[in-house]
């Protein structure tokens, strides 16, 4: 059974930083690319950042670009989202996926598992 385990959200002040960890188990980790999306209330799912399965590729949405900095360690089947200066609208809930295609990493549809998601609410 696959499982992917975030943790790390919380409440953190604008400016703050956060680092978001997701753990995969029962699942080929380091074959795969791993992607963070976030949902804020009443919006759609959004891709935010994307690995390649050797950490030589990475992918950036462009509202955190130079503010969020993705990472994996293959041998403890984990991927990280460091956070810094945090926003407003950076709060929603952040997933993390797991796919086994390196064509469209920022869609949705190509990520074949998720995580149930961690809340990172940031304050004024």
């Known amino acids: 059974q696959v499982q992917l385990v975030e943790s790390g959200g919380g409440l953190v002040q604008a400016g703050g930083s956060l680092r978001l960890s997701c753990v995969v188990s029962?699942?080929?980790?380091?074959?795969?690319?791993m992607g963070w999306f976030r949902q804020a209330p009443g919006k759609e799912r959004e891709f935010v950042a994307a690995?390649?399965?050797?950490?030589?590729?990475?992918w950036y949405a462009e509202f955190v670009k130079g503010r969020f900095t993705i990472s994996r360690d293959n041998a403890k089947n984990t991927v990280y989202l460091q956070m810094y200066s945090l926003k407003r609208e950076d709060t929603a809930v952040y997933y993390c996926?797991?796919?086994?295609?390196?064509?469209?990493?920022?869609?949705?549809?190509?990520?074949?598992?998720w995580g149930q998601g961690t809340q990172v609410t940031v304050s004024s």
């Open positions: 029962g699942h080929t980790f380091s074959s795969d690319v």
């Open positions: 690995i390649s399965w050797s950490g030589g590729s990475t």
């Open positions: 996926a797991a796919s086994n295609t390196t064509v469209v990493v920022t869609s949705p549809g190509v990520y074949d598992y």
